[in-house]
């Protein structure tokens, strides 16, 4: 079983998509990056991500299409890094499906952060039948949800 986050970073910028799939993979991830809504959709339908990072501005399809393609179709945690950090355009990105969205330039270790903690959130972590609260006087079954 492979336990690597799994990621998709889609910016059409050659340089900064490169920089990024670099960053994560040496960041202990497993990294596909695209320049394009199409090599996006090609690329999705052949395997299973994490989480993807979306760019807005790409030259054949908006990152909002791509996010809300992503939240309707597949369980992955989607962050969106831009240059519109205007309110209307973060609340868009909102709307359209992501976790997080992120204002360009991105310090590689905040999204490394972030792909990381979206991903414990995703994968369930702490979803099973531990006790939310145990502290020998306490605890809480999330599958009854009885507290004891």
């Known amino acids: 079983m492979n336990d690597k986050i799994s990621v998709i970073v889609v910016e059409d910028d050659p340089d900064l998509c490169e ?11 497993e ?4 320049n394009s809504g199409l090599e996006f959709y ?8 994490t989480v993807a990072v979306l760019d807005i501005g790409l030259p054949d399809q908006s990152g909002y299409v791509l ?21 209307e355009e973060r609340l868009k990105g909102y ?4 976790d997080v969205y992120m204002i360009k330039p991105v310090d590689c270790r905040e999204l490394a952060s972030a792909i990381k903690n979206l991903s414990l959130r995703i994968s369930g972590a702490g ?7 145990d502290n020998n006087a306490w ?3 999330t599958k009854s949800w009885i507290l004891l």
């Open 19 to 29: 920089t990024l799939v670099e960053f994560l993979t040496l960041s202990g991830m």
């Open 31 to 34: 990294v596909t990056g695209v």
């Open 42 to 49: 090609k690329v999705v339908a052949q395997r299973n991500f």
């Open 67 to 87: 996010a809300e393609y992503a939240r309707r179709n597949y369980a992955m945690g989607i962050i969106m890094q831009t240059a519109h950090g205007e309110a």
């Open 95 to 98: 709307e359209s499906g992501a």
């Open 127 to 133: 979803n099973d039948n531990s006790p939310l609260v």
């Open 139 to 141: 605890r809480l079954n």
